[in-house]
Every structure is written in C-alpha cells, then in structure tokens.
C-alpha cells in the first residue's frame, strides 16, 4: 500500500484534478458508512486448529471499501463509487496515513528505553525483512516458471521505493519491472488482510513473543504493518498491546529510514545473484538463464512508473482539512468499540495528533523532501513524550486515550475504497503473482520475527 514515501510531497494539485468537492465529501461520507459499520461489528474470532483468526474492524473497513468499488457497476447510481473516487481515495490514503504515524511515534516516545533495551534483536531483525521476501518468494517463483519476473518480485515487498529501484534499473518495460509492478498491485489489493491474518493466526499459536511478532510486523508499509500489528495485539492484554504497537512502530520507522539504501544495495544484488544460482535448478521450461536487459536510462522511472501510480497531491490547507476529518472519524471507531468518550481530553489528544503531522510535514518541505514525511512525524511524535521532555506525561496522557487501531480503521477504509481500480490491471497478472507475493510477504514478516525471536531468547 504505501512505505517510507507516505507525504503528500509534490506541487499541489487542487483535490478536482480527479473529483471535486462535492465528490470528495462524498467520499468521506460514504468512509464514514464505512467505518461506523466496521467499529460495529468489531472483532470477529474464528478457530482454526490450534489457533484462530480474528478478524478486526480495520479489515472489515478495507473490505466493505473494496466491496463498495467492486460492485460498483452492479449497483444504483447513487451508491456507485466511480474511478474517479477510487484514484482521490488512494490520494487521501498517503497524507491519512501519517495521522497513524504520529500516534505510534508518540507511543514509542515513552517506550524509548525499553525498545533500546531490546538490543541487538531490534537491530538484527530488519535483515530478516529485506532478505526473508528472497528466501521464501524466489525459489516459488521459479517452481511456477516465472523467470527474471522473480527478481523484481521478491527482492522486496514491492512499494514504491522498489518500484523506484527497479525502474531506474532495468525499467519498468523489463521482466523485473513487470515483477516489481505485480508485487506492488498485489500488497496493494490483498496486502493488508493477508498479512493481518497471517498475524494474527501466528500470534494465536503462542510460539513466539509478541515483541518478536511486533518487529516482524514492521515491514515498511504503514496499512500492512497497522493490519498485522492489530491482530497481534487484539490477542493481548492491554498493556503488552501498547508495547506491540510500540515495537511495530520502531521496527517499522527503520524499516522505513533504511528500507530503499538496504534494497539497493544489498537485497537486490543478492537476489540476482540467488537467482543464478537457482534458476537452472527450479526453474521450468529452458535450463539456461535469461539475460539481463541493459540498465534503463536515467530517468526512466519517471517515464514509466509515474503514469501508472501517479496521484494528486494537496496543498496544506487542503491535507490539514483531511487530516481533521481522518481524525473525527477515528474518534468515532474510538467512541464505538474503545467506549472512550470524546471529552475535553480525548479532543486535545487528537489535537495534539494533528498538530505533530502539520508541523511534520511543514519540515519535510522545509528540508526540501530529502526525508520523507513520515520520518519527521515520527520523531516529533517521540520527542513529544520522551521522558524529560515538559509536559511529555501530559501529552502522553492525552493522546493515550485514542487506541491507535481506532486510527487505523478509517485509513484502511481509504485503502479499500481506493482497491478497485487496481483489480483490471492486477487480475491480467495472473494467479501465480499471487502465491508469490504472499510467500515473500510471509518472508518479511516471519523472517524479521524469527530473528528478533532468537536474539530475545538465544539458545543456551
């Protein structure tokens, strides 16, 4: 869905390049149906052998979403949720989601000696996310006869900064491009409930501590990582729930910061060189290796991958307007399943919120877009409640009262409504993309948790 490119940066572009006022309330009307309906019918267990799936209201958000788009053409023209709504909801997604953000970091900020005292397993779980999509993905790709395909689909989970990486590589014409662009439209279309039941069922076994889960749950994409964090922690007590946020949330600002140098420079390189060797061993049809194609001009990315997954990006006025109402709807998810009313209290929480995502990405412009947004929000966020700083215990307070699953919810609405557009392109690609990207999701999250689970509990 999204990464560490989650800001709204770009020259702004008035909200009616692809629907007008009138259809962005709509929108965010029919996000709230959408969400007050979710909240509603809260979680759903179901068992499954030894463990169980719990189905959250954010998954039903995404669904009902992606319900709303699909049966669009089936359905009375005033309840049809036409392309041009799908493209504004993916737009509203990428700034909706650093509310999200801000919440987490202003989680961690408290917990900050307690996620340094995790020492070395914070530290050495990120090779398992960006080496763990390789390990599980590629030799399945091979099996069902992709060839150079794989590469780009199992290098990493396939966001934008991959897609970056690849076009300005090879191209987005090229195999490894066509791979890089299924992966990307197959997190974007089942990311995000893939992931969060995968979780969640993992959590259900008790096989691993739910910190290690947490680190695993921060794969550097702000929907899957809310999904999977969410289903590990609705399986907790209270207390060790805020500590999976808080762990997800680190994990997946490193994630984040270093994802793109770490693809680059070493995920990529090792997944082409894994790919030499395993082809002739697992791949199907001819026993030699493909050629790879010469390295696309410089620029390519923009000739290619701009078009495809180009959205409007918004002035400041018109994000704080979708920051605000992003905001009141979470508060609603809050009030509906959290019971938490929304008092003096509560509204300055989400003032608070708000304000640490302005003043974000007010300095993302400012240092002219060299780190991305949410970087800024999340530092800002843990500045804010680091023991020491004045105030911290009252700004803690404050914002502690908004679950941070009740944010959740409505980005996650924005995803689903924003999921049938992608559907065409997606469903030309064919199922076997699909297996593939959900093994080397499974690989980043399970990889990093395997890892962060050995170095909490290293054999004796």
Known sequence: MTSGTLASGGPAVAPTTHAGRTGILTLFLLALVVVTLAELIGNVSIPLGHGKIILLPLLWALLMGGGLGLAAPRLPPALRLPVSLQHAAGAILQPALLLFVAKLGLLVGGSLPKILGAGWALVFQEFGHFFGTM??????????????????????????????????????????????????????????????????LIASLGIFNPLALAMGAGVGSGSMMAAAAGAIAAQQTPEMAKEVATFAAASNLITTTIGTYFTLFLSLPFTIWAYGVLEPILGRGRGRIETAP???????????????????????????????????????????????????????????????????????????????????????????????????????????????????????????????????????????????????????FLGAALIAQFWMHPPV
């Open 135 to 200: 390990v599980f993905g590629l030799p399945v790709a091979l099996l069902l006869g992709l060839k150079r395909e794989a590469i780009g689909a199992t290098f990493s989970v396939g966001r934008e900064p991959s897609l970056a990486i690849i076009g300005e590589r090879y191209g987005m014409d090229s195999p490894e491009g066509r791979g890089v662009l299924a992966e990307y439209l197959t997190g974007t279309v089942f990311g995000a409930v893939f992931i969060a039941v995968l979780a969640g």
């Open 294 to 444: 010469a390295p696309a001009p410089s620029g390519t990315v923009a000739a290619h991958a701009a078009p495809a997954h180009a959205a409007p990006a918004f002035g400041l006025p018109a994000l704080v307007l979708i920051w605000i109402a992003t905001a009141a709807l979470g508060l609603i998810g809050n009030g509906l399943t959290y019971g938490t009313k929304p008092d003096g209290q509560v509204l300055a929480g989400a003032a608070i919120i708000v304000a640490v995502v302005i003043v974000g990405e007010v300095l993302y412009r400012l240092a002219g877009r060299r780190l991305p947004a949410v970087v800024w929000a999340s530092l800002i966020g843990m500045a804010l409640t680091y023991p020491g700083t004045p105030f911290s215990a009252e700004i803690a307070a404050a914002t502690g009262r908004i679950n941070f699953l009740a944010l959740a919810t409505p980005i996650l609405a924005f995803a689903g409504l924003s999921l049938a557009k992608d559907f065409p392109a997606f469903r030309r690609l064919g199922w076997r993309i699909v297996v593939v990207s959900f093994m080397a999701n499974a690989g980043t």
